[in-house]
């Protein structure tokens, strides 16, 4: 389970606030991504990077925004343009290849709204 | 883009059954199918993935199967126990591309 850490556990967020979430990386791993979990709607991907200085949208981007300007960080900013962010959000992260690879996933940040 | 559909949402089978989840693809270019299991308050762990070049894989007690010609992938589970009660994706992606979509999640408990 380790190499990828995600903080913090819980997140509180207030009415407008922007709030980021942490997940770094010491698998040496290239490729990191960034996924949303609801109840009963699987894995949703909002952005996902393959290398430093690049990052590309998922399915559900609108209202978030990220960053990669280390390898081993990809820092997820959930913005008040995000009217429902409560969720548990997922970081993983895999070595990129030709072939797909297995994804690892960090522990996870709950966040919710006051 | 890929659409993944899984069945049932919810498995109840009784210890030592085997059970069947059974996922469907929309994209024909999708070669890799990776299974993943989440046992609750966890992360999500890869158990099995399966490549379009073969039609099924076995790991101990886990096993997939893939039929391309219908676009649908499905993992067995046999001699359940109880400590199998966890969430399982199913997901779908192409070789080459990172992009990975998975299924909405099926959660399994195994009734001792």
């Known amino acids: 389970d380790g190499g990828i850490t995600q903080s913090p556990k819980y997140l509180f967020r207030k009415e407008g606030q922007n709030v980021t979430l942490s997940c770094e990386q010491n698998l040496n791993h290239d490729a990191m991504y960034w996924y949303r979990q609801d109840p009963g709607q699987g894995l949703r991907l909002i952005y996902y990077?393959?290398?430093?200085?690049?990052?590309q949208k998922g399915d559900i981007a609108e209202g978030y925004s990220v960053s990669r300007e280390k390898k081993e960080s990809f820092p997820l900013t959930v913005t008040s343009a995000q009217k429902n962010p409560t969720a548990f959000y997922l970081c993983?992260?895999?070595?990129?290849?030709?072939?797909?690879?297995?994804?690892?996933f960090g522990p996870g940040t709950r966040l919710l709204v006051l | 883009g890929e659409n993944v559909e899984q069945h049932p949402s919810t498995l109840s089978v009784q210890e030592g059954d085997s059970a069947v989840i059974k996922c469907t693809y929309s994209d024909s270019a999708s070669n890799y199918f990776p299974w993943y299991k989440q046992e609750l308050g966890k992360r999500p762990q890869l158990i099995i993935d399966i490549r379009s070049n073969v039609g099924e894989k076995k790991d101990q007690r886990i096993a997939v199967t893939l039929n391309k010609t219908a676009k649908h992938f499905s993992l067995h589970i046999t001699e359940t126990q109880p400590e199998d009660s966890a969430v399982y994706f199913c997901a779908a992606s192409i070789e080459g591309y990172q992009k990975v979509t998975f299924g909405t999640g099926t959660k399994l408990q195994v009734i001792p």
């Open positions: 993983a992260s895999s070595k990129p290849g030709w072939a797909a690879e297995t994804q690892y």
């Open positions: 990077s393959q290398i430093v200085n690049d990052f």
